[in-house]
């Protein structure tokens, strides 16, 4: 109970708009980096070979750089979707709906947050799990 009460307020979490905003870019480079990284291996070895894919991906540097994008997805994430639930999921917005639903903003807010926070983590424990199996 005590942790549905932590996620329902993580409005008091010290998130500061310009360190947001500039994690949100920051992350988004460093990804279209991993694609373009990617999309260059592909170009320079035609043709393209399951050996040759097998020594790409067994690489100590391809490991952590995949590792890295692991973190980053669900960080990227996180920030656009807690955007989104602080602005949409509040009294205001829900009473647009309906008067009774917005008394339970903070706990539908809440909820959203817990739910895309435990899918984030799922997912990353995954990916990690398959990149170091």
């Given at each position: 109970m005590v942790f549905v009460d932590i996620v329902c307020h993580l409005d008091v979490?010290?998130?500061i708009g310009s360190t947001l905003?500039?994690?949100?870019r920051f992350s988004a480079v460093f990804l279209l980096a991993y694609v373009i990284w990617l999309i260059t291996f592909f170009i320079f070895n035609q043709p393209?070979?399951?050996s040759t894919w097998v020594q790409f991906t067994n690489q100590q540097k391809f490991l952590i750089f995949t590792s890295a994008v692991a973190l980053i997805i669900p960080l990227h994430a996180f920030i656009g979707l807690w955007t989104i639930g602080t602005d949409y999921f509040t009294q205001r917005t829900l009473g647009f709906l309906n008067n009774r639903?917005?008394?339970y903003a903070g706990l539908i807010r809440g909820?959203?947050?817990f739910l895309f926070t435990i899918w984030g983590f799922l997912i990353v424990f995954f990916i990690l799990f398959i990149i170091w199996s």
């Open positions: 979490l010290p998130m905003f500039f994690a949100q393209f070979e399951f639903l917005s008394q909820a959203y947050t």
